[in-house]
T-cell receptor, first 113, second 119 residues
Framework: GENVEQHPSTLSVQEGDSAVIKCTYSDSASNYFPWYKQELGKGPQLIIDIRSNVGEKKDQRIAVTLNKTAKHFSLHITETQPEDSAVYFCAASPGSSASKIIFGSGTRLSIRP | GAVVSQHPSWVICKSGTSVKIECRSLDFQATTMFWYRQFPKQSLMLMATSNEGSKATYEQGVEKDKFLINHASLTLSTLTVTSAHPEDSSFYIC???????????????FGPGTRLTVT
């Protein structure tokens, strides 16, 4: 089955700097790659996603890149703000049915004021 | 956007009792819902896929007789933890896909989670 690896597990950046989180996946049939932000005690919230026919997608300060050949994708957050502090999860959805989503291990992002 | 609710948000029960958690899609129909379990400082682990009108599909290692899933309508799925034990204490999260339209949708909407504590 699909296996998603995520790095780093923790990340601390100065407010205003950029943060990058990287993930790799194993199933070449995966075609949907969402990123979620989870705050303490809450469910995950989708912040951006990308499909396999696209190499890059941007939404204001957040961008995601996908390299299907290498089977890796990354989340980029620019001009970080204190409210960006949270746990971020990458995920992959295997197969054309795009049914279940397999999560990475998570990255705890802390923004230093 | 689409909203998924869960009830209760937290529950404490005694060892050996059963607990039911509800997951509802509030403004869309969901033929497929998913149940996840998350232990402290860990990732979400998929437990099972809940299909409306049919039996749930459980992930390897998840006991189907212990975690009973019922998806009786297009907006409601329930997870019942039977004969709960302290090791079942966890954060249970459901998600749902909006499948009311003709287009294939990929996005899953997550509920706020239910924290279960078994004493």
């Amino acid at each position: 089955g699909e296996n998603v690896e995520q790095h780093p597990s923790t990340l601390s950046v100065q407010e205003g700097d950029s943060a990058v989180i990287k993930c790799t996946y194993s199933d070449s049939a995966s075609n949907y790659f969402p990123w979620y932000k989870q705050e303490l005690g809450k469910g995950p919230q989708l912040i951006i996603d990308i499909r396999s026919n696209v190499g890059e997608k941007k939404d204001q300060r957040i961008a995601v890149t996908l390299n299907k050949t290498a089977k890796h994708f990354s989340l980029h957050i620019t001009e970080t703000q204190p409210e960006d502090s949270a746990v971020y999860f990458c995920a992959a959805s295997p197969g054309s049915s795009a049914s279940k989503i397999i999560f990475g291990s998570g990255t705890r992002l802390s923004i230093r004021p | 956007g689409a909203v998924v609710s869960q009830h209760p948000s937290w529950v404490i029960c005694k060892s050996g009792t059963s607990v039911k958690i509800e997951c509802r899609s509030l403004d869309f129909q969901a033929t497929t819902m998913f149940w996840y379990r998350q232990f402290p400082k860990q990732s979400l682990m998929l437990m099972a896929t809940s299909n409306e009108g049919s039996k749930a599909t459980y992930e390897q290692g998840v006991e189907k007789d212990k975690f009973l899933i019922n998806h009786a309508s297009l907006t409601l799925s329930t997870l019942t933890v039977t004969s709960a034990h302290p090791e079942d204490s966890s954060f249970y999260i459901c998600s749902a896909r909006d499948q009311g339209g003709l287009a294939i949708t990929y996005e899953q909407y997550f509920g706020p989670g239910t924290r279960l504590t078994v004493t």
